[in-house]
T-cell receptor
């Protein structure tokens, strides 16, 4: 199993550009999450999904969009990149049904907006 | 409000010395508690978790943590630190909320000196 994979690993965007961060998991997990990590701030939840076709906002959703057409994929879209979106983005998945199940994280995407 | 506090931004210990990383949480329902570790340039990996039963839990890499309900704490310990333990450590709390969302602390960076 590859686990959770993310592409790209690094990206530099200009202000106003758009891009999609890809996330795929091969563990058949129902729950998937997008976080951003800023220095000294821990991880903040952007969006999450409890299954194909079902998504919901997290703590910091502004400026982002998501979709979940399959169990495996959970892409994150930035429509109009802003410098405030410079961050490291992590995708995670977990099996559902129990709050004590851990999350499995991808390696992250480091995004810089100039 | 739900929150996780890790009071130490960074800690430096000598190799072979003992380690304790502090974590305090505020959570309105039954908490499910986690410690994750993040090596440089990597995603997060679960060290251990607590959800019921014995309040002293054992994890991977020789780590343990103790849940103290009266103090709302879940401190991480290791008797003898190895240079390879240098990383960032995140305490997290989750529960039976929609999407099983998890709240992360800001992290503690551990430096190990020879």
């Amino acid at each position: 199993n590859a686990g959770v994979t993310q592409t790209p690993k690094f990206r530099i965007l200009k202000i106003g550009q758009s891009m999609t961060l890809q996330c795929t998991q091969d563990m058949n997990h129902n729950y998937m999450y997008w976080y951003r990590q800023d220095p000294g701030m821990g991880l903040k939840l952007i969006y999450y999904s409890v299954g194909a076709g079902i998504t919901d906002k997290g703590e910091v959703p502004n400026g982002y969009n998501v979709s979940r057409s399959t169990t495996e994929d959970f892409p994150l879209r930035l429509e109009l990149a802003a410098p405030s979106q410079t961050s490291v983005y992590f995708c995670a998945s977990r099996p559902g049904l129990a709050a004590y199940n851990e999350q499995f994280f991808g390696p992250g995407t480091r995004l810089t907006v100039l | 409000a739900q929150s996780v506090t890790q009071p130490d931004i960074h800690i430096t210990v000598s190799e072979g010395a003992s380690l304790e990383l502090r974590c305090n949480y505020s959570y309105g329902a039954t908490p499910y508690l986690f410690w994750y570790v993040q090596s440089p340039g990597q995603g997060l990996q679960l060290l251990l978790k607590y959800f019921s039963g014995d309040t002293l839990v054992q994890g991977i890499k020789g780590f343990e943590a103790e849940f103290k309900r009266s103090q709302s704490s879940f401190n991480l310990r290791k008797p003898s630190v190895h240079w390879s333990d240098a990383a960032e450590y995140f305490c997290a709390v989750g529960g039976n909320t929609g999407g099983f969302k998890t709240i992360f602390g800001a992290g503690t960076r551990l430096f190990v000196k020879a």
